[in-house]
């Protein structure tokens, strides 16, 4: 059961057009959601973040949108450049039983942002 | 330089041989944790650790061991690797709370023959 969910495998943009990365989740008791990036032979590294009581969080060319009534969270990157080329995971955290707490990824959106 | 550091980075083994991946991280955090990346399957976390000899099962915990004797340190146990273990493996660490984000090692790619 894949609590979050990206369907895209790939996306393909042109180098200064608009990259929109999609997230799906079904866990309505997630509070936070994040972003990572993921280049080739390195481990995911932190992009950006949002509370579950937001619905918008801007870093620089990197904007995060989160629609609790849909369960849907989405990524955008404007203006897109070649460095932007990566894997991009979607991951989900909420508390869990006895003072835990956990984080769940996505299975991955690949990026190519064309030259 | 804050980071996670695993050791080794490629791995090589035969069914049944016991391994351990070891991991350490210098940012005092008291959350660490393992996950392994398969293709279409994303990160899926093996075990986690909340503090010093706390440890417990993540999604994907059969086949593998863990243990947390101090803070800084995390490895992971293959006591009987089969095949069905040949993955990407990450370890990371964080700060004890909901909200701060995960940091990553390298990975570990083993390859169970």
């Known amino acids: 059961d894949q609590q979050v969910k990206q369907n895209s495998p790939s996306l393909s943009v042109q180098e200064g057009r608009i990259s929109i990365l999609n997230c799906d989740y079904t866990?309505?008791?997630?509070?936070?959601f994040l972003w990572y990036k993921k280049y080739p032979a390195e481990g995911p590294t932190f992009l950006i973040s949002i509370s579950s009581i937001k619905d918008k969080n801007e870093d620089g060319r990197f904007t995060v949108f989160l629609n609790k009534s849909a369960k849907h969270l989405s990524l955008h990157i404007v203006p897109s450049q070649p460095g932007d080329s990566a894997v991009y995971f979607c991951?989900?955290?909420?508390?869990?039983?006895?003072?835990?707490?956990?984080?769940?990824f996505g299975t991955g959106t690949r990026l190519k942002v064309l030259a | 330089e804050a980071q996670v550091t695993q050791n080794p980075r490629y791995l090589i083994t035969v069914t049944g041989k016991k391994l351990t991946v070891t991991c350490s991280q210098n940012?005092?955090?008291?959350?660490m944790s393992w996950y392994r990346q398969d293709p279409g399957l994303g990160l899926r976390q093996i075990y986690y650790s909340m503090n010093v000899e706390v440890t417990d099962k993540g999604d994907v915990p059969e086949g593998y061991k863990v243990s947390r004797k101090e803070k800084r340190n995390f490895p992971l146990i293959l006591e009987s690797p089969s095949p069905n273990q040949t993955s990407l493996y990450f370890c990371a660490s964080t700060q004890d709370s909901l909200n701060s984000p995960l940091h990553f090692g390298n990975g570990t790619r083993l390859t169970v023959t």
């Open positions: 866990n309505s008791m997630f509070d936070y």
């Open positions: 940012m005092n955090h008291e959350y």
């Open positions: 991951a989900a955290s909420a508390w869990g039983g006895s003072g835990t707490y956990k984080y769940i």
